[in-house]
C-alpha cells in the first residue's frame, strides 16, 4: 500500500506538471486560422457523404474546471471526424460520429461519462485527450467492453487497462525523456530540478529526475528547488537554482511555464531549461514572447508545423473545421486518436464494426504507422513495457524554440528504459 501511495503521488505531480494551467493569452493567429494553399490541397476534395447507420466514438472532454480546461481538444476531435466523413467518406462509407461528455476531471463525473458512451447506440470506442478522472472513466469502459482509443496516460489505471490504448505515454514517458536527452544528447555535466512547494510537485521532481539522473544515468547529485505554486515572482527560485552553476534544469513546475521564462530572461541565466509538453502550447509561447526563446520541451507527437503530410492535413482540418481553435499538445493528440481509430476501422471487416473486434484488430498492432506520430505496437507480447498493454507507445521528442518556432531538435526518444512500474 505504500508503494501504491507514493506512486500516486508521483503520478499526481507529474500530471500537474503536464496539465497545469501555465498562462493564458489571446489565442494565436496560426491556431486553427489561415493556411497555406500547400495545406488546404492536403485535404483534398469534398466527396459524396457518408450514409447508412453511423459508427460513434464517444468523446471525454475535460472541461470548466480549475485542474485544467481543454476545450481544444474536443474542437480538434470534431474537425478529424469532419475531415474523415467530408474528405474520406466515411469509414467503410458509413458516417463516423463524435458523442461527446464533458468532465471536469472528477473520478464520478468521469465515470458517469463512460457510462454515457457506454449507453450509446452504434458505440464502437470511446477516446479523449486528457482526463484527470480516468480512475473513474477507464474501469466503466472495460466492464462494457469499450475500448479507449488514443489520449495521454497518467495513471496506473491507463497503463494497465487491456481496453486502454494510449498513443501517447504522458506521465510515464515525458520525464524519462527529458532525463535521457539530458544525459546522452546535451551531455549535461549538472542537472538541478525545478517544482512547486506541493507533495506530488516534489515526489514527481525526486522520482521522475533526480532519482532516474543518479540510478540510471551517473550523475550523483541533483539538487532539488521548490517555490510556492503561486509565487508570482520566481527570480529568486532561479537564482537558487544557478547558484549550483547546472548546465540544465528539469522543471515540473507545469502552472509556472510562461513566469519560469520570464524570470530566466531577465536574470539572463545561462542554463538550458527543459518543461514539459504542457508548455508547448501556442498561448504559453505567445505569453512568454522572447522570454521563450531557447527553452526546450517534450512532445508525445511530431510538431504541427512540421513539413510533412499528416501535420498539413492536421493544420489545414483545424483551419477549415475548427477554425480559431489553439494548436497544442491536446489538440494534437486528439485529432491522433481519432485518426488512428479510423485507419484501423478502415482495416476491418466492414461487417465486423464492433468493440470487441476492434480490441482484437488494435492487439495485433505491431510498428503500426501513427498520425502525427512514429509507430505503435499494442501486441501484448511486444509492448515496450511488459504487462503495461495501455502504453502502446513511449515515444517521444525534445522541441526548442528556435526564433520564436518550435523546432523538433531530437530523433524519437524511449525512456522506457527509466520507468521503474
Same mark, same amino acid.
Request: with cysteine; aromatic share 6%; hydrophobic share 40%.
Given at each position: 500500500?505504500?508503494?501504491?501511495?507514493?506512486?500516486?503521488?508521483?503520478?499526481?505531480?507529474?500530471?500537474?506538471?503536464?496539465?497545469?494551467?501555465?498562462?493564458?493569452?489571446?489565442?494565436?493567429?496560426?491556431?486553427?486560422?489561415?493556411?497555406?494553399?500547400? &495545406?488546404?490541397? #492536403?485535404?483534398?476534395?469534398?466527396?459524396?457523404?457518408?450514409?447508412?447507420?453511423?459508427?460513434?466514438?464517444?468523446?471525454?472532454?475535460?472541461?470548466?474546471?480549475?485542474?485544467?480546461?481543454?476545450? /481544444?481538444? +474536443?474542437?480538434?476531435?470534431? #474537425?478529424? =471526424?469532419?475531415?474523415?466523413?467530408?474528405h474520406l467518406g466515411g469509414v467503410h462509407g458509413r458516417p463516423l460520429e463524435l458523442?461527446? !461528455?464533458?468532465?471536469?476531471?472528477?473520478?464520478?463525473?468521469?465515470?458517469?461519462?463512460?457510462?454515457?458512451?457506454?449507453?450509446?447506440?452504434?458505440?464502437? #470506442?470511446?477516446?479523449?485527450?486528457?482526463?484527470?478522472? *480516468?480512475?473513474?472513466?477507464?474501469?466503466?469502459?472495460?466492464?462494457?467492453?469499450?475500448?479507449?482509443?488514443?489520449?495521454i496516460a497518467i495513471f496506473p489505471e491507463e497503463a494497465s487497462s487491456p481496453t486502454?490504448?494510449?498513443? =501517447?505515454?504522458?506521465?510515464?514517458?515525458?520525464?524519462?525523456?527529458?532525463?535521457?536527452?539530458?544525459?546522452?544528447?546535451?551531455?549535461?555535466?549538472?542537472?538541478?530540478?525545478?517544482?512547486?512547494?506541493?507533495?506530488?510537485?516534489?515526489?514527481?521532481?525526486?522520482?521522475?529526475?533526480?532519482?532516474?539522473?543518479?540510478? &540510471? +544515468?551517473?550523475?550523483?547529485?541533483?539538487?532539488?528547488?521548490?517555490?510556492?505554486?503561486?509565487?508570482?515572482?520566481?527570480?529568486?527560485?532561479?537564482?537558487?537554482?544557478?547558484?549550483?552553476?547546472?548546465? $540544465?534544469?528539469?522543471?515540473?513546475?507545469?502552472? *509556472? !511555464?510562461?513566469?519560469?521564462?520570464?524570470?530566466?530572461?531577465?536574470?539572463? +541565466?545561462?542554463?538550458?531549461?527543459?518543461?514539459?509538453?504542457?508548455?508547448?502550447?501556442?498561448?504559453?509561447?505567445?505569453?512568454?514572447?522572447?522570454?521563450?526563446?531557447?527553452?526546450?520541451?517534450?512532445?508525445?507527437?511530431?510538431?504541427?508545423?512540421?513539413?510533412? &503530410?499528416?501535420? *498539413?492535413?492536421?493544420?489545414?482540418?483545424?483551419?477549415?473545421?475548427?477554425?480559431?481553435?489553439?494548436?497544442?499538445?491536446?489538440?494534437?493528440?486528439?485529432?491522433?486518436?481519432?485518426?488512428?481509430?479510423?485507419?484501423?476501422?478502415?482495416?476491418?471487416?466492414? $461487417?465486423?464494426?464492433?468493440?470487441?473486434?476492434?480490441?482484437?484488430?488494435?492487439?495485433?498492432?505491431?510498428?503500426?504507422?501513427?498520425?502525427?506520430?512514429?509507430?505503435?505496437? !499494442? &501486441?501484448?507480447?511486444? +509492448?515496450?513495457?511488459?504487462?503495461?498493454?495501455?502504453? !502502446?507507445?513511449?515515444?517521444?521528442?525534445?522541441? /526548442?524554440?528556435?526564433?520564436?518556432?518550435p523546432t523538433t531538435i531530437s530523433d524519437p526518444i524511449d525512456g522506457s528504459k527509466?520507468?521503474?512500474?
Amino acid at each position: 500500500m505504500m508503494r501504491r501511495t507514493r506512486n500516486l503521488a508521483v503520478l499526481l505531480g507529474l500530471a500537474t506538471a503536464l496539465t497545469a494551467a501555465c498562462g493564458s493569452a489571446p489565442k494565436s493567429d496560426t491556431g486553427g486560422g489561415e493556411t497555406g494553399a500547400a &495545406d488546404a490541397a #492536403a485535404l483534398g476534395p469534398v466527396v459524396a457523404a457518408p450514409t447508412g447507420t453511423p459508427l460513434v466514438i464517444g468523446y471525454i472532454s475535460q472541461e470548466n474546471t480549475a485542474v485544467g480546461s481543454y476545450p /481544444e481538444a +474536443l474542437a480538434s476531435a470534431r #474537425a478529424a =471526424a469532419d475531415y474523415i466523413n467530408k474528405h474520406l467518406g466515411g469509414v467503410h462509407g458509413r458516417p463516423l460520429e463524435l458523442s461527446s !461528455c464533458v468532465t471536469d476531471g472528477s473520478v464520478a463525473t468521469s465515470a458517469n461519462c463512460a457510462r454515457q458512451i457506454a449507453s450509446t447506440s452504434g458505440v464502437v #470506442a470511446a477516446s479523449s485527450s486528457l482526463d484527470f478522472g *480516468a480512475q473513474g472513466a477507464v474501469p466503466v469502459l472495460q466492464a462494457a467492453g469499450i475500448p479507449r482509443i488514443g489520449g495521454i496516460a497518467i495513471f496506473p489505471e491507463e497503463a494497465s487497462s487491456p481496453t486502454v490504448f494510449n498513443f =501517447a505515454g504522458g506521465s510515464f514517458a515525458a520525464f524519462p525523456a527529458i532525463d535521457t536527452f539530458v544525459a546522452t544528447v546535451q551531455k549535461a555535466g549538472r542537472v538541478s530540478a525545478l517544482t512547486s512547494d506541493t507533495s506530488p510537485g516534489i515526489a514527481s521532481a525526486n522520482d521522475q529526475i533526480k532519482t532516474p539522473l543518479q540510478r &540510471d +544515468l551517473g550523475y550523483k547529485d541533483v539538487p532539488i528547488v521548490v517555490a510556492a505554486p503561486d509565487a508570482a515572482d520566481l527570480t529568486g527560485a532561479l537564482t537558487q537554482l544557478n547558484a549550483s552553476k547546472p548546465d $540544465a534544469v528539469v522543471s515540473s513546475f507545469g502552472q *509556472a !511555464c510562461v513566469r519560469i521564462m520570464q524570470a530566466k530572461k531577465a536574470l539572463a +541565466l545561462p542554463f538550458t531549461m527543459y518543461h514539459t509538453s504542457k508548455c508547448l502550447d501556442e498561448r504559453v509561447l505567445q505569453s512568454a514572447g522572447e522570454a521563450a526563446e531557447g527553452h526546450r520541451f517534450n512532445s508525445e507527437t511530431r510538431m504541427w508545423n512540421e513539413k510533412d &503530410d499528416d501535420a *498539413a492535413i492536421y493544420r489545414a482540418a483545424m483551419a477549415k473545421y475548427a477554425s480559431g481553435t489553439t494548436l497544442s499538445n491536446y489538440s494534437t493528440i486528439a485529432f491522433q486518436g481519432i485518426m488512428n481509430t479510423y485507419r484501423l476501422l478502415n482495416k476491418m471487416d466492414e $461487417a465486423s464494426l464492433t468493440p470487441k473486434a476492434l480490441v482484437e484488430k488494435i492487439r495485433t498492432t505491431s510498428d503500426e504507422p501513427s498520425f502525427l506520430g512514429w509507430t505503435y505496437t !499494442c &501486441d501484448p507480447a511486444k +509492448l515496450a513495457v511488459a504487462g503495461q498493454s495501455g502504453l !502502446c507507445s513511449t515515444l517521444e521528442v525534445i522541441v /526548442e524554440v528556435k526564433n520564436g518556432v518550435p523546432t523538433t531538435i531530437s530523433d524519437p526518444i524511449d525512456g522506457s528504459k527509466l520507468l521503474r512500474l
